[in-house]
């Protein structure tokens, strides 16, 4: 313990910024980030933020009648600044098959409150999902899809999603 006293270690300093101070100084240190993400929501339309952003979808070409069919959802910002959209609810995007919300002919209905899904620059979000090859016809009836192709798609839940390219689709044939 003498070793600390001795060496001032706890030796205060108003010149030196690395010493510990007695009270907290109230003048900032370290310039604040700007809210980059805000401002470019600020200065751009909603419009224009929808148009930067892509949607991918990929998903194996055949898969036999019974197996499950993995796809991978990706949703990029090619630009270099943060972007938002707003979305019609707390479900920030979807997929469907033959245009039934995940395979599901009367899908729970999200409300209708709006919500941001955010990007940083350059971001990429992937998920990985998988169809089981069946429809959801009731609360508890499920039937098979049958052989032939069907079409996957991933959405933004945005107002409209097919205007502003926030959509994408691929084709599966099931075997």
């Not at 910024?17 to 980030?33: I, L, M």
């Not at 409150?113 to 992937?126: C, I, N, T």
């Amino acid at each position: 313990m003498r070793r600390i006293y001795e060496s001032d270690a706890l030796a205060r300093d108003d010149d030196d910024p690395f010493a510990p101070d007695e009270q907290e100084s109230t003048r900032p240190r370290a310039a604040r980030s700007l809210p980059v993400e805000r401002l470019v929501r600020t200065l751009t339309t909603a419009g224009l933020r929808q148009r930067a952003l892509r949607v991918r979808i990929d998903a194996p070409d055949t898969v036999s009648v019974g197996d499950r069919v993995p796809f991978v959802i990706e949703l990029h910002n090619p630009l270099p600044v943060p972007v938002s959209v707003e979305t019609v609810s707390p479900l920030r995007w979807w997929w469907a098959v033959d245009g039934h919300r995940e395979a599901a002919h009367e899908p729970a209905e999200p409300p209708r409150e709006s919500r941001r899904l955010v990007f940083d620059r350059a971001e990429r979000k992937r998920f990985s999902r998988e169809w089981d090859g069946q429809f959801r016809v009731s609360e508890t009836a499920w039937e098979p899809a049958r052989r032939g192709e069907h079409t996957l798609s991933a959405t933004i839940n945005v107002a409209d999603p097919a205007a502003s390219g926030l959509t994408a689709e691929t084709t599966v044939r099931l075997e």
